[in-house]
């Protein structure tokens, strides 16, 4: 397949770090509003969830659900301009797994090829997540070690130098000067 028809099928080559901007927490799940999905898959809003609930069991609570008011009233909050507004029904939630499933139902090329960059998005924040995860057990492992130890600047920089060579958060692998451990 040529690089311009993959093209067409994924609309203008969605980029991921704008669909993580789509992306928030609600009830401690990454998800995606249903009005937001239905545009990056090029269905109407209304249309998805006519899918979702034709096919309710390949929905389960944890792929999908309905925002409250006060979710909404949250959400909201969070932005200076509502994007929602006009809708006579609280907004669906979509996890990575309810939008992989969502482009299932639709069945459509673009909602297909859409789907990729979507996945991609929640990958991305998940590993930003973890990445941050570590780097703060690391400065927390540097701050011990400022605290612990009486040591010279040389000395500390050479832990530190350890710390960020190891593979694992809090591994230090200690060699001597041949290589040897």
Not at 18 to 31: A, Q, S
Not at 36 to 63: E, H, M
């Amino acid at each position: 397949m040529s690089k311009k028809a993959k093209k067409n099928m994924a609309g203008d080559l969605v980029d991921p770090t704008l669909i993580e901007r789509r992306i928030f927490t609600v009830r401690g799940y990454k998800v995606m509003l249903d009005s937001d999905l239905a545009q990056l898959y090029g269905v109407s809003t209304s249309a998805l969830i006519q899918a979702v609930k034709r096919n309710q069991k390949r929905f389960p609570a944890d792929f999908t659900y309905q925002l409250t008011r006060k979710e909404l009233a949250i959400l909201r909050s969070q932005f200076v301009t509502s994007s929602w507004g006009g809708r006579r029904y609280l907004p669906y939630v979509f996890t990575e797994h309810g939008a992989l499933m969502a482009a299932s139902v639709l069945n459509s090329k673009r909602a297909v090829a859409v789907s990729i960059y979507v996945i991609r998005a929640f990958i991305r924040l998940r590993e930003t997540f973890l990445d941050n995860q570590i780097l703060q057990f690391r400065l927390k492992e540097i701050e011990d070690l400022l605290l612990e130890h009486d040591a010279t600047l040389e000395g500390v920089l050479e832990k530190l130098r350890l710390l960020f060579l190891s593979k694992k958060p809090g591994a230090i692998d200690f060699q001597s000067e041949n290589g040897n451990s």
